[in-house]
């Protein structure tokens, strides 16, 4: 285990790349004295028109000329996700990768994810499209970029939605326009392009920007991006507050993180597999049943979808289909995440 003074977090993760995880939607300076307008704009009778707000002391701190406001990156944790100091620390510490989360050196050469400089979590016009793109309800979609496990930005030269949590574990883009990436030397043509530095072996959405997210007491694990973002979506619609929606980004993923592992311990799951074709979904899910339960995970169940039908009488083969599901279909949505 890894061991982090809170000095060497604060070097390890400095303020611009926090502010860009927790999804500051205003522009974050990546220098000391670099002022902007602040983080806080409803501080200021005129939102900050004259920007006042800057880093300082190697981008380990921030402050604000005029409204004062002031602080560490333990503080803006706090103040951003409303967390008192105690919590705000741990929260801090954990996203700078080490000391409370067990195992996190599991792979000898941890390499840094890359993330488009671009970052952002995204406004109206983004949800909006990202829904239409998807089915799905636009105010899922916000909800999902609340939780900081919703992101856009640039990537390989084209606009994306990109899925990810506070573990910054790993990343994975799909284009806005819905098109695949185009093959490169090394990569063959892809609907969606996992960033560098990702371990898929971690369930995306486990660590979200949510200040008590253990205590959810279920997890609906999906399989992929767009199964992630549609279990807001069925959260959100079938009044289910008491689920954290997850997702392993592929059905190739043969061990779970060990780290992730811990937090499914005293918790109920459904895991929601692709009905592919060939089983291979339904067989990846067997594979998680087993290591979830011997994680310590109180019952898991998997949701079948063979048997449901779309809209357009296609058969449904994941939890986004079920989005577009046909009317004889839709009373199996109650069971979706009872
Ligand atoms: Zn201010």
């Known amino acids: 285990m890894i061991k982090t003074t809170m000095e060497e977090a604060k070097k390890r993760l400095p303020l611009n790349k926090l502010a860009r995880r927790l999804g500051v939607a205003a522009e974050?300076?990546?220098?000391?004295?670099?002022?902007?307008?602040c983080f806080w704009p409803n501080r200021h009778p005129n939102g900050d028109r004259n920007p006042s707000f800057n880093f300082h002391a190697g981008l380990t701190r921030y402050r604000c000329f005029a409204c004062g406001v002031q602080g560490d990156g333990p503080d803006l944790v706090g103040q951003w996700l409303g967390l008192d100091a105690k919590e705000a620390a741990q929260r801090f510490l954990q996203m700078a990768g080490g000391d409370d989360l067990p195992l996190a050196c599991s792979r000898p050469t941890l390499r840094e994810l890359l993330m488009p400089r671009d970052l952002w979590m995204g406004g109206d016009t983004e949800w909006k499209?990202?829904?239409?793109?998807?089915?799905?309800?636009?105010?899922?979609?916000?909800?999902?970029?609340?939780?900081?496990?919703?992101?856009?930005?640039?990537?390989?030269?084209?606009?994306?939605?990109?899925?990810?949590?506070?573990?910054?574990?790993?990343?994975?883009?799909?284009?806005?326009?819905?098109?695949?990436?185009p093959?490169?030397?090394?990569?063959?043509?892809?609907?969606?392009?996992?960033?560098?530095?990702?371990?898929?072996?971690?369930?995306?959405?486990?660590?979200?920007?949510?200040?008590?997210p253990h205590n959810l007491p279920r997890i609906a694990l999906a399989e992929g991006g767009p199964d992630l973002l549609a279990a807001f979506h069925f959260c959100l619609?079938?009044?289910?507050?008491?689920?954290?929606?997850?997702?392993?980004?592929?059905r190739n993923c043969h061990?779970?993180?060990?780290?992730?592992?811990?937090?499914?311990?005293?918790?109920?799951?459904?895991?929601?597999?692709?009905?592919?074709?060939?089983?291979?979904?339904?067989?990846?899910?067997?594979?998680?049943?087993?290591?979830?339960y011997t994680a310590g995970a109180l019952r898991v169940e998997t949701f079948d979808f063979r048997g449901?039908?779309?809209?357009?009488?296609?058969?449904?083969?994941?939890?986004?289909?079920?989005?577009?599901?046909?009317?004889?279909?839709?009373?199996?949505?109650?069971?979706?995440?009872?």
């Open 28 to 37: 974050i300076p990546d220098r000391d004295g670099q002022c902007v307008r």
């Open 129 to 181: 499209a990202l829904g239409a793109l998807r089915r799905l309800d636009p105010m899922a979609i916000s909800l999902a970029a609340a939780h900081g496990v919703l992101r856009f930005g640039t990537v390989k030269g084209f606009p994306c939605w990109i899925v990810t949590d506070e573990s910054r574990r790993l990343a994975e883009a799909r284009r806005m326009d819905g098109r695949p990436f």
């Open 183 to 212: 093959a490169t030397d090394r990569l063959g043509e892809r609907k969606a392009h996992t960033l560098a530095g990702s371990d898929k072996s971690w369930p995306v959405g486990l660590l979200p920007a949510h200040p008590r």
């Open 237 to 250: 619609h079938l009044d289910v507050y008491d689920t954290l929606p997850v997702a392993l980004l592929g």
């Open 255 to 292: 061990r779970l993180h060990p780290g992730a592992l811990a937090h499914f311990q005293g918790r109920r799951v459904r895991i929601f597999p692709h009905a592919d074709a060939d089983g291979g979904g339904l067989k990846a899910a067997t594979r998680w049943k087993d290591e979830l």
């Open 308 to 338: 449901l039908y779309c809209r357009s009488g296609q058969t449904v083969n994941d939890l986004n289909d079920c989005a577009d599901l046909r009317h004889e279909d839709q009373c199996e949505l109650e069971e979706l995440l009872s």
